[in-house]
């Protein structure tokens, strides 16, 4: 008995505990639970009848505990009872799970999208008696995805229509995907790209830079400096420029981008563009621009040796008597035909140059003065024969003129008019032979009468033009100022040195028109480069004693700067000590050049009358450092000490100082371990046309941006 009433007792208390898990259950199901819960009993009319709601049902579908024992119709609107009647049948016919989507309107109007699994129940004969529906809310889940499918499209739609070919690829080098670019980059389908590696599309002489390139890419650091060539489907190789990015996931590196830009045509229009920057037109032959960069090399390469060479400057005897009555087209037949002798004779360190008109120049390397004779004789003795053109036979003799590297000048421009004075001199004695340059020749100094005529047309004639060399920044190497210098090249006497037709000029008053086309040409170039770069470049510009002191000059140059529209502090007058020593008459003229917001620079510092009050008085900005003093700095110690002395003084009274004629590197050093701002000279470049700045500095300057 006792044992009896034991077990009755455990069963009621397992009992009691049974219900009260239960309502336990029901109680979390009912409040605690986010998902809106309903059962739902079937009958046989199917009719589906609320049996129970947690209290997230009831508050989603705007119900109260007085709507449980009623059915859907008599709960819902017509429209979502409608909605929800056809889900329900569904899975009371077929007895299996029902899956749907709907989009619920919450009391404060947000929109939630639900997703709800419909669960029947059945009893023992298979019949469906219940249905649970549980509904969650799949807004934010929704919304991830979409953003997701959004992210890939973009994505999709970034690569896919990017003009440069894009290929995915694992950290092997096995590529996963590809772009449409890429397929037409390489000539391969999808597939055919998707069983390569990367790798056998390179060229193998390139592999070690790409396979440096991907280790780097591979530590997260993307890439984009490698130039190398791609290999086509059809045997080719393109000229392209790779770049790579690394693919992170979840933090990790597992894979990567390589871009691809086909530079192929690109190339091949830069290598069309310098080859017509550096060769004539008419005759194919190599022009001034490439004679004077080669020349420049011989010039720096021979200095450290003890060789020689040869510049033989070649014209054709009475050639524009033929030209004008033979016509240009006969005319450049045979200026055609005489760079073919001259190509002809042409061998190894033996180079032809067209100077322009009918002139030709030939440097000729490692030979002497008898090896030079020899080479003119040879060049004379082809043009023996004769020049046919439209069946008529011409007879043409050259003349040229010798200088030899390095006793008839130690830079190109001077080895140029000393040939061209031998050549001026063979045409004053009977044309058709050769002379080798004597220090005792002077060309333009036979006549001076001659030389003022062709001034006095230089400018109207376009034969004036101006040179620039860069002044550089030692501490940045950047390059943001240049001296403009003027160059007369005569087109009959040819290149007349700056020493021989300044004095002259300043001698008959034909320094103040040349002076003030300096300034309006000066101006001009200011705008253009500061317009292509982007940024101020100024221009320095020499202003002579005498035209200093013109009544007018203040107003030429605010005409100038009005003209162009350019910064006033971008054009730099540069005076020399001479023209300060009137400080009556000067000083009034740089106030107003002051006020213009100029920059006034005193050119040759140190070599004239040196007064410390003029640093005082006058508003100068930049301090120009005379050559004489650099070119002996590493021996002469006094030079040394002035240099520095103004370094130190132009610093202390604000002012930029610039050291000219730079030539070595020591010299560089000096300048840099003094603290000197900015230096020109060979060293870094000669006097170079507009058109050569613009190559070697404005444009590096442009992309750099």
């Known amino acids: 008995m006792n044992q009896t009433k034991q077990a009755r007792i455990t069963y009621r208390k397992s ?17 605690h639970v986010k998902d809106l819960v309903f059962i739902m009993k079937v009958e046989h009319d199917k009719q589906f009848r609320y049996l129970f709601a947690n209290e997230n049902g009831l508050l989603h579908a705007g119900m109260s505990t007085r709507d449980i024992g009623k059915t859907i119709e008599e709960v819902l609107p017509s429209c979502l009872a409608n909605r929800l009647q056809k889900q329900y049948l569904k899975a009371a016919k077929t007895g299996k799970e029902v899956v749907f989507q709907d989009e619920v309107r919450l009391e404060n109007d947000q929109q939630v999208l639900g997703e709800t699994l419909l669960t029947p129940i059945k009893e023992v004969n298979g019949d469906v008696q219940y249905i649970v529906a549980v509904t969650r809310d799949i807004t934010e889940n929704f919304k991830e995805k979409h953003r997701l499918i959004e992210s890939e499209q973009r994505y999709r739609s970034l690569v896919d229509h990017n003009l440069d070919a894009v290929f995915s690829i694992d950290l092997k080098g096995k590529i996963l995907d590809v772009n449409p670019a890429a397929q037409m980059l390489t000539g391969y389908t999808v597939k055919q790209l998707k069983s390569k590696k990367i790798f056998s599309l390179i ?17 997260g650091n993307a890439k984009e400096s490698l130039d190398c060539r791609f290999m086509h489907r059809q045997g080719q190789y393109l000229t392209v420029h790779l770049k790579t990015i690394p693919i992170l ?27 017509m920057a550096f060769h004539d037109q008419l005759t194919g032959l190599r022009n001034r621009r490439a004679l004077l960069d080669h020349l420049d090399d011989l010039v720096k390469r021979k200095q450290r040796s003890s060789y020689e060479f040869a510049l033989l400057f070649l014209d054709i005897d009475r050639f524009k008597y033929l030209n004008d009555t033979l016509g240009h087209l006969v005319g450049d037949q045979i200026l055609k035909q005489v760079a073919e002798r001259l190509i002809d004779i042409q061998k190894e360190k033996c180079t032809v140059y067209r100077q322009g008109g009918d002139e030709f ?8 003065r008898q090896g030079a004779g020899e080479f003119a004789q040879k060049v004379l003795s082809r043009f023996n ?50 002379q080798f340059y004597r220090a005792d020749m002077n060309s333009t100094g036979v006549n001076v ?12 004639r376009r034969e004036l033009e101006l040179y620039y060399q860069p002044q550089v920044n030692l501490i940045t190497n950047e390059i943001s100022s240049f001296e403009a210098l003027l160059r007369w090249n005569n087109s009959e006497l040819g290149f007349i040195s700056p020493a021989e037709f300044i004095p002259l000029a300043e001698d008959t008053g034909l320094i103040i028109p040349i002076g003030n086309w300096v300034i309006d040409r000066a101006c001009r170039q200011i705008k253009e480069w500061t317009e292509k770069t982007g940024k101020p470049i100024r221009i320095a510009v020499n202003i002579s004693p005498k035209q200093f002191l013109q009544l007018d000059l203040v107003r030429i140059i605010k005409n100038a700067i009005d003209l162009y529209g350019i910064d006033p502090s971008m054009l730099e007058i540069e005076i020399t000590e001479g023209a300060m020593q009137d400080t009556k008459e000067t000083i009034p003229i740089l106030k107003k050049l002051k006020d213009l917001g100029i920059t006034i620079s005193v050119d040759d510092f140190g070599t004239g009358y ?19 003093f650099i070119r002996d700095i590493k021996f002469n110690g006094k030079d040394a000490a002035i240099i520095t002395t103004i370094i130190h003084l132009g610093k ?9 004629g730079v030539e070595e590197q020591s010299q560089v050093d000096f300048l840099t371990d003094a603290h000197c701002e900015k230096a020109q000279g060979f060293f870094f470049a000669r006097p170079l046309s507009a058109e050569e700045a613009e190559v070697k500095f404005i444009n590096k300057a442009l992309i750099s941006q």
């Open 385 to 434: 024969e004769s020049f046919y053109f439209n069946s008529q036979e011409y007879y043409i003799t050259p003349s040229i003129g010798i200088s030899l590297f390095p006793n008839d000048g130690k830079d190109s421009e001077t080895l140029i008019k000393s040939a061209d004075e031998a050549l001026y001199s063979v045409k004053e004695k009977g044309k058709a032979h050769y």
């Open 449 to 460: 009468i001659t030389l003022e005529a062709h001034l006095r047309k230089a400018i109207e």
């Open 203 to 219: 060229c193998e002489t390139d592999l070690q830079s790409f396979n440096e390139v991907l280790s780097e890419t591979k530590v």
């Open 249 to 275: 996931i979840h933090s990790e590196i597992t894979g990567m981008y390589v871009i691809i830009r086909d530079l192929t045509e690109q190339a091949e229009s830069t290598e069309l563009i310098k080859y």
């Open 610 to 628: 040196s007064s410390l009050s003029y640093l005082k008085k006058f508003p100068i900005d930049v301090l120009k450092i005379d050559q004489s």
């Open 361 to 368: 120049i030939i440097v000729l390397e490692d030979t002497d």
């Open 652 to 660: 202390s009274l604000g002012m930029e100082v610039i050291a000219e």
């Open 15 to 31: 009992k009691t505990a049974s219900k009260r898990l239960e309502r336990m259950i029901s109680d979390i199901i009912f409040k």
